[in-house]
């Protein structure tokens, strides 16, 4: 099986990556179904990348029925050991302008009923996620956008909401009162279950509309959404081109150890069967 050391997960408008070298799509089953598409494993430049489309090619997945557990699970069987998010955005601030780019630092999670953790049925963990994102990988992303000369914001928080609907005119304002940065759908639970699979999590989130709150701008709509967001979609896959080559061989960041300290459950009182079905998980806390 190839192998790959960095991520890219595609959101809407982003469906393939060009400039990737000796391709190959890998067709993967997990213990939680199969991801979203076939995951494709080239390089970009001399590093080995994993590409995956977070809704399919086609756009066929919505954000509530996305297989986060299984597209991050197939990621890091194939070895990823940092992964590059790309989401369509609403901003929530002024500042922020359709086509801009934010590098987020925070997440507020208002999802509802997404299975959200690799454990439970016999193992309990309880992973650190104070700070969602890799802040390594995040200031990687963050110099790759300004090498690319596009407008980005280093920082800001992300609130994630079920979906599939936007928001209503009160939830935004509501989510402005938090003085939350931006607005999507995909973002978790995929971070929470990167943390859990000790692998550095980083999100490149494009603008593509003042959601419903801004008076002097259309209300969000598909149309406006797509439109916007086709015009991001050239200035990611530089981004990624530029971000790529830059990314340390070695991490120096927690993430990596994520589970070290988290597992609360003796091992020895998981079920066999759990740790055979975890074991790319556990498999160098079960041998230590």
């Known amino acids: ?15 393939q990556m ?3 070298t000796a391709v190959q799509e890998v067709n993967l089953d997990t213990p939680f179904g199969r991801p979203s598409d076939a995951i494709v494993v080239g390089r970009l430049g001399d590093t080995p990348v994993a590409f995956l489309s977070r809704h ?29 998010s790309i989401s369509a955005v609403g901003s929530l601030k002024e ?34 996620f104070a700070d969602p994102f890799c802040p390594v990988l995040r200031r990687v992303v963050v110099e790759g956008a300004r090498s690319a000369r596009a407008t980005v914001h280093d920082g800001g928080t992300y609130v994630v909401m079920e979906g599939p609907q936007f928001s209503t005119r009160a939830e935004s304002f509501l989510y402005r009162s938090w003085g939350a940065s931006v607005i999507g759908m995909t973002a978790l639970p995929e971070a929470k ?8 999590y980083a999100t490149l ?26 015009k991001n979609v050239a200035v990611s896959k530089q981004i990624v081109q530029e971000v790529v080559p830059q990314v340390p061989r070695q991490r120096a ?20 069967q759990r ?14």
């Open 1 to 15: 099986m190839p192998e790959a050391r960095i991520g890219i997960i595609g959101g809407t408008g982003l469906e």
């Open 18 to 20: 060009e400039g990737l």
């Open 56 to 84: 399919g090619r086609g756009h066929r997945i919505s954000p509530s029925e996305l297989p986060a557990r299984a597209n991050i699970w197939a990621l890091k069987s194939l070895g990823v050991e940092r992964i590059i």
């Open 95 to 128: 500042e922020i302008e359709p086509l801009h780019l934010v590098v987020p630092d925070q997440l507020i999670d208002r999802t509802r009923g997404r299975p959200s953790t690799f454990f439970g049925e016999g193992i309990v963990a309880h992973v650190a």
């Open 193 to 200: 279950l990167a943390r859990e699979a000790e692998i550095c």
């Open 205 to 230: 989130a494009c603008a593509t509309d003042y959601d419903c709150w801004h008076e002097g701008y259309e209300s969000v709509s598909v149309e406006l959404v797509v439109a916007n967001l086709l």
């Open 253 to 272: 960041c927690s993430c990596g150890l994520a589970l070290k300290n988290a597992i609360v459950t003796a091992l020895g009182r998981v079920p066999t």
């Open 275 to 288: 740790k055979e079905q975890l074991e790319l998980l556990l498999g160098k806390y079960l041998n230590a």
